[in-house]
């Protein structure tokens, strides 16, 4: 597949009492044109900084300390900031993780859809508001046509993230980047939001970014997986490989921390506890020597505690269990641990596999 994005070795710093923290730190991400990549990990990992930084609104004090972020064969680290500005919304949209917050409460929700059109000078402000009202209606809001003058306090938390996509849609981006877009919904809502995500993205043939910190979310509606931990991918594959066979620790520790149907009991009928990561995500203004996880990691080695792996390809081709399954990709699978390379990036004559946990996605 063509890649739409290409992200490549990016780092996101802020600055902190005596040195800085890596907010992100060498990152590389693809976005295949039409394709859905997942980026998960836990909360203050780097993913929602991650995607300010691509349409680089990384906010100040913050900076981009490095990397390239490549669309379509342009690399935005090098335009000027008014040559950034067309990509903002209308090439390249985000939905916001809070749309309480993000909508500005003193102006109607139909205006704020329309905004975007007016500012790159799509539509006149009469034919946008129509516009608008028709996008609601794409979304599934319910009497668009009267409900585009109300303002959001006049909403429900889903029919404000209903108007979050919309006002991402309104300039047709080839790109949609979805910042945890079911954050504080319930159950119901949230597949409904994820059930129009896909829609959208099928019938408007967009590429999506979910960024989310629940495996069951990516599970349903990404083909790639990217897993971040302290500021780094640790691992990307296909999400039918990863949820077969993790081949990083960190992996393998989330997917034994989702609660599964039918396996909260122990036999007997005793309740079963989920099975925790010990130990907590590192501050990133004082990251551990070595691989940032190591100190929660079972699989320590020596090296683990002095050297930080890069993320590699990995250098079997798949766990047996999963190369039958696996449908070829146009991105390897990667991975950054010691268990699968030596630290020179070499294979290792036998790599260790992390206990493959989890049902692949259906």
């Given amino acids: 597949m ?6 490549d070795n990016l780092s996101i710093h802020f600055p902190a009492r005596g040195g800085v923290v890596r907010a992100a730190d060498g990152v590389s991400l693809r976005v295949d044109e039409g394709g859905t990549l997942g980026l998960v990990g836990e909360s203050g990992c780097g993913k929602s900084v991650t995607a300010l930084a691509l349409l680089r609104l990384v906010p100040e004090p913050g900076w981009i300390a490095g990397g390239r972020i490549v669309f379509r ?39 704020q859809i329309a905004e975007g059109l007016i500012v790159h000078g799509m539509m006149k402000k009469r034919e946008a508001l129509a516009e608008a009202a028709r996008l609601m209606a794409l979304v599934r809001i319910p009497d668009a046509a009267r409900r585009v003058r109300e303002y959001p306090h006049q909403m429900s938390g889903g029919m404000r993230q209903r108007v979050m996509i919309a006002m991402a849609l309104a300039c047709r981006p080839a790109l949609l980047v979805a910042d945890e877009p079911t954050t504080a919904l319930d159950v119901t809502l949230q597949a409904e939001i994820l ?27 990404a083909d790639r997986v990217a897993v971040m931990y302290a500021g780094r991918i640790v691992e990307e594959a296909a999400v039918r490989d990863l949820f077969r066979a993790p081949a990083h620790p960190y992996t393998a520790g989330l997917l034994r921390s989702m609660p599964r149907p039918g396996s909260s009991l122990a036999p007997g009928g005793a309740p079963r506890r989920l099975v925790a990561i ?31 792996p890069a993320c590699r390809p990995l250098p079997s081709a798949a766990a047996p269990s999963v190369a039958a399954a696996s449908a070829p990709s146009a991105a390897p699978r990667r991975v950054a641990c010691f268990l699968q390379h030596d630290a020179a990036g070499g294979p290792r004559p036998q790599p260790r596999w992390p206990a493959a946990t989890g049902a692949a996605p259906r």
Wanted: glycine share 6%; aromatic share 4%; proline share 7%.
């Fill in 195 to 221: 059930d129009l995500l896909r829609r959208l993205r099928d019938e408007l043939g967009l590429a999506l970014l979910l960024i989310s910190h629940n495996l069951g979310v990516i599970a349903e509606t």
């Fill in 73 to 111: 064969g342009t690399d935005l680290m090098t335009l000027r900031e008014r040559d950034v500005r067309p990509y903002r919304g209308r090439r390249i949209a985000l939905i916001f993780q809070e749309p309480a917050a993000a909508l500005n409460p003193v102006l109607s929700v139909g205006y």
């Fill in 278 to 308: 010990e130990g907590s995500v590192p501050d990133l203004a004082d990251l551990p020597a070595g691989c940032a996880f190591h100190p929660r990691c079972a699989d320590v080695m020596p090296e683990c505690r002095v050297t930080a």
């Fill in 2 to 7: 063509t890649a739409l994005l290409e992200v």
